[in-house]
């Protein structure tokens, strides 16, 4: 899974395919982040894996390895 | 719960109104450089709006004329209007209430049943259940749902989180009581917790309009605003409507039994594109059953249901049947879905003023 949401997260945030993204990143840090990426990202996780994450719980998400555990607690069995 | 069955109305027709005055959202620096811009119009889907531009016309002034317009077209006089109902965020004034102005200057009887509903995106779709019920049992036989919104007008020019997502328009929507027609079949849902989601803080009773009121606050780079403008949770509406509009499609088509493929047109509120993009990869539709108006009109508040059916649907809603899933979400937060059926309707052409 890691791999593909990194992928998938990439392509949500519009960033060069270059772009090295690391679990511990704190995604809002990246120079890419703004209202509409995350709009997009919520968009990515809903479409992908079928998980929507509120907006308050959203907020205490930090890094992208956050993420993903977040994802991984909620993702329909 | 929350489903109802409104029986013997029927829809006769629907026109809509927009300002002339167009405003291009690719010249517009709020939004940055014009990759900016382009990332922008991607996402929302908005690259036009239809503004009133401080030309002093009201939410009520579009509904007037797109009224005024399809009556003419329907054919039926003034007086036949049992009841009206005007539904806005951005009414003539806090007090009265505008419906009234619109009986007046529609020419309606004085008998005429006429009062307001204070809801936005989901308002044509609560206006709509509020009026079959009101002409369900045949003591009223005609109605008029008037929704409209001058949003712009209510939006920060220097918040980008709002202002270059609206535009402004008008809309007038006939029913009528039909004996043995299959009517309304309506979904409504509110949750009042999001309540500050989308909200304008002053001006009302609860905080007054105060000296601070039109004091500007920076809340981010590119978003500054006052308490009597609007302030939107982007991404809390998003998540709002994309949990709770497909759940209410898809719980009226279970409840009454419909089915899905059988269903010509699904109309969403214009909320933005990558939501309703969401909405409509949900229920797995195909693209040519969810007409957009967005594009060219941004996101009309509770004018988007049936201004995205004048302008795009117009061919089919006045030449033949069409079987309709229309389905509104936003400020309140208020929802619902509507499942109608239209035989022929009068859809005047969109009137420009």
């Known amino acids: ?77 | 719960m929350g489903f109802q069955h409104f029986k013997n109305v029927t829809v006769k027709g629907i026109a809509a109104c927009v300002p002339s005055n167009v405003f291009d959202n690719r010249k517009l620096s709020l939004l940055g450089n014009s990759d900016q811009i382009q990332k922008y119009i991607d996402t929302t889907g908005v690259v036009t709006r239809h503004l009133v531009n401080g030309r002093n016309l009201c939410s009520s002034d579009l509904c007037f004329h797109a009224a005024a317009k399809l009556l003419s077209e329907l054919n039926w006089r003034p007086d036949e209007i049992d009841c009206l109902l005007f539904v806005s965020q951005t009414p003539d004034y806090i007090m009265p209430a505008t419906a009234c102005i619109l009986q007046e200057k529609l020419g309606l009887a004085h008998e005429c049943f006429a009062m307001d509903i204070s809801l936005g995106c989901s308002g044509w779709i609560y206006g709509m259940a509020a009026i079959g019920a009101l002409i369900q049992n045949g003591g009223f036989k005609k109605g008029l749902l008037l929704a409209g919104d001058t949003s712009t007008v209510t939006k920060s020019p220097k918040d980008k989180s709002t202002y270059p997502l609206f535009g402004d328009g008008g809309t007038a929507t006939a029913l009528e009581y039909t004996e043995g027609s299959s009517g309304l079949m309506v979904h409504t849902a509110t949750d009042g917790k999001g309540y500050k989601a989308i909200i304008i803080p002053d001006g009302g009773f609860r905080n007054f309009y105060n000296p601070d009121s039109l004091k500007e606050v920076e809340y981010e780079d590119g978003i500054v605003r006052n308490n009597l403008q609007t302030s939107l949770d982007g991404p809390g509406v998003f998540v709002f409507a994309i949990s709770k509009a497909p759940r209410s499609i898809n719980g009226l088509l279970e409840h009454f039994d419909l089915d899905i493929n059988k269903v010509d047109y699904f109309i969403l509120h214009q909320a933005n594109k990558i939501l309703n993009e969401r909405i409509r990869t949900k229920l797995r539709l195909p693209v040519e059953k969810v007409p957009y108006s967005i594009e060219e009109f941004g996101n009309t508040s509770s004018s988007s249901i049936p201004l995205t059916m004048v302008t795009r649907l117009r061919q089919q809603l006045t030449k033949g049947q069409c079987k309709l899933i229309t389905c509104g979400f936003g400020v309140g937060l208020s929802w619902g879905t509507i499942y109608l059926e239209t035989e022929k309707i009068t859809c005047p052409e969109l009137v420009l003023v």
């Open chain 1, 1 to 77: 899974m890691m791999e593909k949401f990194i992928d998938h997260f990439r392509e949500a945030l519009d960033a060069s395919e270059g772009k090295e993204i690391r679990l511990e990143d704190r995604f809002r840090d990246y120079d890419e982040w703004d209202s509409l990426r995350y709009l997009s990202v919520i968009a990515m996780i809903d479409s992908e894996y079928d998980v929507i994450i509120e907006t308050s719980e959203f907020k205490k998400i930090e890094t992208v390895g956050g993420l993903i555990e977040e994802i991984g607690k909620r993702i329909k069995t």
